[in-house]
């Protein structure tokens, strides 16, 4: 499986983004996804999560209520939108795949499968 992001930039802080994750050489639909960031000179942190159904979802506190992460199986691809950015939410954006019951995974670690990541710039 391989995984490719897309759809960061730069916008200022109270805009909106939304980010794509596609996936090729095979279906995800049986894989919870995940979306992480990475900001300049810390770790990986976890952001969003959905299971494979896409019935369950979880977030991180800095980011509930603000980001909504869902996923089409048709397209195979998973999706992070992000409303009402701040400067702090700056970072590198990465998906992450992994073929699992249990739920919700917010370790970087349980995850098999990347991608490539997508910059986030947020302007104050």
């Known amino acids: 499986v391989q995984l490719q992001a897309s759809g960061g930039g730069v916008v200022q802080a109270g805009g909106s983004l939304r980010l794509s994750c596609v996936a090729s050489g095979g279906t995800v639909s049986t894989y919870s996804m995940a979306w992480f960031c990475q900001a300049l000179g810390k770790e990986r942190q976890f952001v969003a999560t959905i299971n494979s159904s896409g019935g369950r979802t979880n977030y991180a506190y800095s980011v509930k209520g603000r980001f909504t992460i869902s996923r089409d199986h048709a397209e195979n691809t998973v999706y992070l939108e992000m409303h009402s950015l701040k400067p702090e939410d700056t970072a590198v954006y990465y998906c992450?795949?992994?073929?699992?019951?249990?739920?919700?995974?917010?370790?970087?670690?349980?995850?098999?499968?990347w991608g490539q990541g997508t910059q986030v710039t947020v302007s104050s």
């Open positions: 992450g795949a992994k073929r699992a019951l249990t739920f919700p995974l917010i370790s970087d670690r349980d995850y098999d499968y």
